[in-house]
T-cell receptor, first 112, second 110 residues
Framework: NAGVTQTPKFQVLKTGQSMTLQCAQDMNHNSMYWYRQDPGMGLRLIYYSASEGTTDKGEVPNGYNVSRLNKREFSLRLESAAPSQTSVYFC???????????FGNGTRLTVT | EDQVTQSPEALRLQEGESSSLNCSYTVSGLRGLFWYRQDPGKGPEFLFTLYSAGEEKEKERLKATLTKKESFLHITAPKPEDSATYLCAVLPGGYQKVTFGTGTKLQVIP
């Protein structure tokens, strides 16, 4: 039972490049989330998907897009990376919205 | 605006030295409060959910309590393996999502 799996683990981009962060969960959870974690700040919600077929903006959605591909998979896309997007990105899932979160181990992204 | 403040930012304990971490919050209509543990290079791991003032939850050396304005995570006789960052998150009323605190980094020295 892998839980929440994120790929890649590390990524370095140049300003203006694009990339997609992948996330998959095997717990049959309905809700999935993308967070970013920066030093001195709490985890901040970027986007979430309450259930398959729906997505909604979180606290810091600018510069990102998401796709809920199916019940298991939720991807995060950076269309034109900026240095301000240097962060650690966590995917999480939960049985339903606002129930306890299960996190992946993160993607460490550096934008130069 | 919903606010969550955790204190202290960092705490260093000798093995066996009990202490408490604090999570104070200002939210409109608390629906729940969560505690997570985060090890370096890993994602947070869920520990407890508390729903109402007076509620307590325990797991091994950890006990979480909740009042109307704050929550405490008590650590009894900690061991080095309890070293981690402990995160608090609150779920306000209405359609809001959880708000996370910045965490307390705990180091337990043998």
């Amino acid at each position: 039972n892998a839980g929440v799996t994120q790929t890649p683990k590390f990524q370095v981009l140049k300003t203006g490049q694009s990339m997609t962060l992948q996330c998959a969960q095997d717990m049959n959870h309905n809700s999935m989330y993308w967070y970013r974690q920066d030093p001195g700040m709490g985890l901040r919600l970027i986007y979430y998907s309450a259930s398959e077929g729906t997505t909604d903006k979180g606290e810091v959605p600018n510069g990102y897009n998401v796709s809920r591909l199916n019940k298991r998979e939720f991807s995060l896309r950076l269309e034109s990376a900026a240095p301000s997007q240097t962060s650690v990105y966590f995917c999480a899932s939960s049985e339903v919205v606002n129930s306890p979160l299960h996190f992946g181990n993160g993607t460490r992204l550096t934008v130069t | 605006e919903d606010q969550v403040t955790q204190s202290p930012e960092a705490l260093r304990l000798q093995e066996g030295e009990s202490s408490s971490l604090n999570c104070s919050y200002t939210v409109s209509g608390l629906r729940g409060l969560f505690w997570y543990r985060q090890d370096p290079g890993k994602g947070p791991e869920f520990l407890f959910t508390l729903y109402s003032a007076g509620e307590e939850k325990e797991k091994e050396r950890l006990k979480a309590t909740l009042t109307k304005k704050e929550s405490f995570l008590h650590i009894t006789a900690p061991k080095p393996e309890d070293s981690a960052t402990y995160l608090c998150a609150v779920l306000p009323g209405g359609y809001q999502k959880v708000t996370f605190g910045t965490g307390t980094k705990l180091q337990v020295i043998p």
